[in-house]
Antibody
Framework: QITLKESGPTLVKPTQTLTLTCTFSGFSLSTSGVGVGWIRQPPGKALEWLAL???????RYSPSLKSRLTITKDTSKNQVVLTMTNMDPVDTATYYCAHSGSGGSCLDYWGQGTLVTVSS | QSVLTQPPSVSGAPGQRVTISCTGS?????????VHWYQQLPGTAPKLLIYGNSNRPSGVPDRFSGSKSGTSASLAITGLQAEDEADYYC????????????FGTGTKVTVL
């Protein structure tokens, strides 16, 4: 079965760079049509779509955050990494990674999420 | 600021039918892009509820249904149950966002 799990720091300081890793199993990111995306949710607020990387290394970013985000994949390790630069307290949120299949945009399997707090 | 607008809350008694709207524009829903719906129970990760406008993944009860018309989409829950109390989000692709996707503003469903 498909599983995903996010990992990374729980606390980062303002201006630092956040690096999150999504480790998955049950699928391959070299399979045509497959993608892995990142989504975040500030406490008590709505979901926000951040970025997605496809099997062919096509990358899509939220326009509002594009200058701060980088998404990469390591197919051999079954991992996707998201980096976000210049972190600010407003970036405090639970960060989720999710699987996207068949070349579509829906996110059919999600990780449990990891809470990242930005504070000095 | 999301380009997909949902009502902040809807409520209904057990057994009733409720609907949640997701209003977009000509660059997303109106352009023919698929709409997906997610259910987020308190303290848990979102779960795919409806994909491709009206399709249910395996295991999702047929009490949940989706539709799309023009620049809007809707999620209907019939025979509302206490366990349906959750936040619901729509999602679609938007051609004005450099090929990225967007979530709706979210709707809290309360079972009275």
């Amino acid at each position: 079965q498909i599983t995903l799990k996010e990992s990374g720091p729980t606390l980062v300081k303002p201006t630092q760079t956040l690096t999150l890793t999504c480790t998955f199993s049950g699928f391959s990111l070299s399979t045509s049509g497959v993608g892995v995306g990142w989504i975040r949710q500030p406490p008590g607020k709505a979901l926000e779509w951040l970025a997605l990387i496809y099997w062919d290394d096509d990358k899509r970013y939220s326009p509002s955050l594009k200058s701060r985000l980088t998404i990469t994949k390591d197919t051999s390790k079954n991992q996707v990494v998201l980096t976000m630069t210049n972190m600010d307290p407003v970036d405090t949120a639970t960060y989720y990674c999710a699987h996207s299949g068949s070349g579509g945009s829906c996110l059919d399997y999600w990780g449990q999420g990891t809470l990242v707090t930005v504070s000095s | 600021q999301s380009v997909l607008t949902q009502p902040p809350s809807v409520s209904g008694a057990p057994g009733q039918r409720v609907t949640i709207s997701c209003t977009g524009s000509s660059s997303n829903i109106g352009a023919g892009y698929d709409v997906h719906w997610y259910q987020q129970l308190p303290g848990t990760a979102p779960k795919l509820l409806i994909y491709g406008n009206s399709n249910r993944p395996s295991g999702v009860p047929d009490r949940f249904s989706g539709s799309k018309s023009g620049t809007s989409a809707s999620l209907a829950i019939t025979g509302l149950q206490a366990e349906d109390e959750a936040d619901y989000y729509c999602q679609s692709y938007d051609s004005s966002l450099s090929g990225s996707n967007v979530f709706g503003t979210g709707t809290k469903v309360t079972v009275l």
